[in-house]
């Protein structure tokens, strides 16, 4: 019982960590990402910059870590779609991580441009516009549309299982159909992430985790339903 606790605070704690990390590195980005002068605002705020990624390494790593935690318990219930999740979050996590590829190489880009003093500027401009580019798409696809499938798989199994309460995996199949949609209307072009519409659909699967975590942190999963699965799980080998 005090290993499953002890596993359930960690995932809880990945959880968290995954949030934080992802907030700070977003707004840490702001200066290479966001005004028509970043070409020489992110060489001026390297070491923010830089800090942004290392944020989103935390972050890559936080996510891998849910995933793998939560597997020993997921599994017990449904082995198949607990493997999935862990697939799909590495898949996630790659995704993002060339997001900060992306970042970091316009860092560079940047840096070049300040010290050619005179440069030709459209050059420069195109190869940050294609950069830029490819943090966009990574920020889309990565933490909205893979996690909108990570969340629904771990959601249902917390659901069917009785792990943690059922409102906390409801929110968390409702905050996954929210964020996936997000992310195809974004593909689209229909809205922005970053707006209003975008805040309000990542809304429920961020309460979903927050809420997840700290449940996890105090009460841990549920022990009779762990022991009920794993008296199943040994009934069927016989």
Same mark, same amino acid.
């Given at each position: *019982?005090?290993?499953?606790?002890?596993?359930? !605070?960690?995932?809880?704690?990945?959880?968290?960590?995954?949030?934080?990390?992802?907030?700070?590195?977003?707004?840490?980005?702001?200066?290479? +990402?966001?005004? =028509?002068?970043?070409?020489? %605002?992110?060489?001026?705020?390297?070491?923010?910059?830089? +800090?942004?990624?290392?944020?989103?390494?935390?972050?890559?790593?936080?996510?891998?870590?849910?995933?793998?935690?939560?597997? =020993?318990?997921?599994?017990? #219930?449904?082995?198949?779609?607990? +493997?999935?999740?862990?697939?799909?979050?590495?898949?996630?996590?790659?995704?993002?991580?060339? $997001?900060?590829?992306?970042?970091?190489?316009?860092?560079?880009?940047?840096?070049?441009?300040?010290?050619?003093?005179?440069?030709?500027?459209?050059?420069?401009?195109?190869?940050?516009?294609?950069?830029?580019?490819?943090?966009?798409?990574?920020? *889309? +696809?990565?933490?909205?549309?893979?996690?909108?499938?990570?969340?629904?798989? #771990?959601? #249902?199994?917390?659901? %069917?299982?009785?792990?943690?309460?059922?409102?906390?995996?409801?929110?968390? *199949?409702? $905050?996954?159909?929210?964020?996936?949609?997000?992310?195809?209307?974004?593909?689209?072009?229909?809205?922005?992430?970053?707006?209003?519409?975008?805040?309000?659909?990542?809304? =429920?699967?961020?309460?979903?985790?927050?809420?997840?975590?700290?449940?996890?942190?105090?009460?841990?999963?549920?022990?009779?339903?762990?022991?009920?699965?794993?008296?199943? !799980?040994?009934?069927?080998? #016989?």
């Amino acid at each position: *019982m005090n290993s499953n606790k002890k596993a359930a !605070k960690i995932v809880g704690v990945l959880f968290l960590l995954a949030a934080v990390t992802a907030i700070t590195g977003l707004i840490l980005y702001d200066p290479i +990402l966001k005004g =028509p002068d970043y070409l020489i %605002k992110g060489s001026e705020h390297a070491n923010q910059v830089t +800090l942004g990624a290392l944020m989103e390494l935390i972050l890559v790593a936080s996510a891998i870590g849910t995933s793998t935690a939560m597997f =020993p318990f997921l599994r017990k #219930y449904n082995e198949t779609i607990a +493997l999935w999740h862990v697939c799909f979050r590495f898949l996630e996590a790659v995704i993002i991580t060339v $997001g900060v590829i992306s970042v970091l190489s316009l860092l560079t880009l940047s840096r070049e441009f300040v010290a050619a003093g005179a440069p030709d500027i459209a050059s420069f401009q195109t190869s940050g516009i294609v950069l830029k580019a490819i943090h966009d798409w990574t920020f *889309m +696809l990565g933490p909205n549309f893979m996690l909108g499938i990570n969340t629904m798989m #771990y959601s #249902y199994i917390l659901y %069917k299982s009785k792990l943690v309460p059922r409102f906390i995996p409801i929110l968390g *199949m409702t $905050g996954a159909a929210l964020i996936f949609i997000c992310a195809l209307l974004v593909m689209f072009g229909v809205i922005q992430q970053v707006s209003f519409w975008g805040a309000v659909l990542a809304l =429920p699967v961020f309460a979903n985790e927050m809420i997840l975590a700290v449940w996890l942190i105090v009460k841990g999963f549920n022990e009779s339903a762990l022991a009920s699965m794993s008296a199943k !799980k040994k009934a069927t080998r #016989y």
